[in-house]
């Protein structure tokens, strides 16, 4: 079966096509044939478009909406040039997923787009309104482009994290305001710690229910999660992906009353104060500099630079924290993943992360941690720390894939 995968942001539409069923799935055997990205939708776009094995396509061209680069994609999939393996028109794609950053309490599983799904996911526009809109633009773009024969699903990053205990998700303010406005811990990167969870097992041959330990998912924007006997019981990010580890741009845990005190002291809105809080914070507030993590590591090394410094450090604190903090409520701990653009590529920061917590049983191998670079998974810490730290590479579109092979076969056991 060739699956289409979409995940559409506001500004930008990422696409792949993985070949994969079931037996594909229990073999590991899934093939993906092509990936693409387009940026800045609504201008001048940018198009990178890459065929496995092949060299990468560039080019600029302007692209209106999701529409436009959803019609474009294929274009490019179905022409005789492009020669994917297998695919010479649109019937050559069986299925399509997309992720769906927020589905609330309502969705707690991947399932099949119909009318009362993308009702639902509408229902939760106010919860992400970033998100949501640009998620159901690219189903919208789908069902026009591919007609209603091709089934459609949804994979939601929350949907992970629904097995929190309500003593975790909720925030300690009246309970009424969850029960009327569904304020609550929600949690994202679902798909990530899920698959990080799951390769996790397979390499280290455990089963779900002896699957105890804590995800890491570094990227621009970035969270913890705690996995006991295989399900989420706590994530750092919360009502919304601003909550938790300090990010790229994102200030993570910041006492509330910050917000209207600066409100006040700047004369400024809400919503500017959290586009601070959003788009002006994390390690680029603090660097001044940058928020790509690998620049500042850079400056460091180059320049001694105090507050890119001062901003990494930041960084590992915050992310000590939430290990220390979970390993206190889970009780016990088997292992630390370290996923992402910076928890797969930078030996230094999961050095930093580490540091200091041999008293708690956790130990890197230098030379192990300085070769897992590059996509590798392997295990990073010494043979005598009693809390293994490995590096898995996340995969969400191969979730994706699987998820909508898994929904459109009516297979009601998720695949792992
Ligand atoms: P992601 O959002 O998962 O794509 O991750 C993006 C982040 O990963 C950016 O901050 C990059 O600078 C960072 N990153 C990628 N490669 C490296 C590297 N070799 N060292 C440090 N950070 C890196």
Redesign the pocket.
């Known amino acids: 079966m060739n699956v289409i995968v979409f995940n559409c942001g506001s500004s930008s539409m990422k696409f792949q096509i993985i070949e994969t069923d079931m037996e594909k799935i229990e073999s590991d055997k899934d093939v993906m044939l092509a990936k693409g990205l387009i940026e800045r939708l609504g201008s001048q776009s940018l198009v990178t478009f890459q065929i496995e094995g092949k060299p990468t396509v560039k080019e600029a061209l302007p692209l209106r909406d999701h529409r436009a680069a959803l019609n474009y994609i294929m274009k490019w999939v179905t022409s005789d040039e492009t020669e994917i393996p297998g695919i010479n028109g649109l019937e050559d794609i069986h299925a399509i997923g997309h992720r769906v950053v927020h589905g609330g309490e309502k969705f707690k599983s991947s399932c099949r787009i119909d009318n009362e799904v993308i009702q639902g996911i509408e229902d939760c526009i106010d919860l992400a309104p970033l998100h949501n809109p640009a998620n159901l633009k690219g189903i919208y773009a789908a069902r026009e482009i591919f007609g209603p024969s091709v089934p459609q699903v949804a994979v939601f990053d929350t949907a992970f994290h629904s097995t929190m205990p309500e003593s975790v998700y909720l925030y300690a303010i009246p309970y009424q305001l969850y029960r009327r406005f569904k304020i609550r811990k929600y949690g994202f990167h679902g798909t990530s710690h899920r698959y990080i969870a799951y390769r996790y097992r397979v390499l280290t041959n455990t089963n779900r229910e002896n699957c105890n330990i804590i995800t890491l998912h570094l ?3 970035s969270s913890a999660c705690a996995i006991k006997a295989g399900n989420s019981i706590a994530t750092s990010m919360g009502f919304t992906p601003l909550e938790g580890l300090v990010m ?1 741009t994102r200030c993570g845990d910041i006492d509330p009353t910050v917000i209207e005190y600066l409100a006040h002291k700047e004369g400024s809105s809400v919503d500017e104060v959290f586009s601070i809080l959003n788009k002006r914070s994390g390690v680029l507030g603090i660097s001044g500099l940058t ?5 500042l ?1 850079e400056e460091i090394e180059e320049h001694q630079d105090r507050r890119a410094k001062l901003a990494v450090d930041m960084f590992c604190e915050r992310i000590k924290k939430y290990i220390g903090a979970y390993i206190a409520s889970m009780n016990c701990c088997d292992a630390i993943c370290f996923s ?3 928890g797969e ?2 030996a230094k ?1 999961r050095e930093r992360t580490c540091e200091n917590l041999d008293f708690l049983g956790i130990k890197l191998d230098p030379k192990l941690n300085k070769q897992a ?1 590059g996509g590798k998974e392997m295990r990073i810490s010494s043979e005598d720390s009693k809390i293994a730290v490995y590096v898995i590479p996340t995969n969400e579109e191969l979730v994706f894939a699987r998820d909508t092979v898994r929904v459109v076969l009516n297979i009601p056991k998720p695949w792992h």
């Open positions: 990227g621009n924007g790229g928020n790509d993590m690998r620049d590591l992402a653009g910076i590529n930078s920061i670079v």
